[in-house]
């Protein structure tokens, strides 16, 4: 889906700046986008794709971390520790970040 979405992208902007077509043709692509954008289920999508990309990478860190922070420097070992705790400070009762 990402890359469909990517390649239709690149077209438009691709025909907006190859083409000869105007100010007008463009604005008509502009509201087109906008109003795609501002399409609740859209958002919604976007929305759930950018939280379970953040619980994914949360996971991914976690794991990372454990598994190599014992063979790391001392230095390099309490920078991930603190941002660990950073970590667990971020999140609130509904299991999401402030960020």
Same mark, same amino acid.
């Given at each position: 889906?990402?890359?469909?979405?990517?390649?239709?992208?690149?077209?438009?902007?691709?025909?907006?700046?190859?083409? /000869?077509? !105007?100010?007008?043709?463009?604005?008509?692509?502009? *509201? !087109?986008?906008?109003?795609?954008?501002?399409?609740?289920?859209?958002?919604?999508?976007?929305?759930?794709?950018?939280?379970?990309?953040?619980?994914?990478?949360? *996971?991914?860190?976690?794991?990372?971390?454990?598994?190599?922070?014992? /063979?790391?420097?001392?230095?390099?070992?309490?920078?991930?520790?603190?941002?660990?705790?950073?970590?667990?400070?971020?999140?609130?009762?509904? !299991?999401?970040?402030?960020?």
């Amino acid at each position: 889906m990402r890359y469909r979405l990517t390649f239709v992208a690149g077209l438009a902007v691709g025909y907006v700046l190859g083409t /000869r077509s !105007g100010r007008e043709r463009y604005e008509q692509l502009r *509201k !087109g986008a906008q109003r795609i954008a501002q399409n609740p289920a859209v958002r919604n999508t976007a929305e759930a794709a950018a939280l379970g990309g953040r619980q994914v990478a949360s *996971k991914a860190f976690a794991t990372v971390s454990e598994k190599v922070g014992d /063979r790391l420097p001392g230095s390099v070992a309490e920078r991930v520790r603190s941002l660990r705790e950073q970590r667990a400070a971020e999140e609130d009762d509904w !299991g999401t970040s402030n960020t």
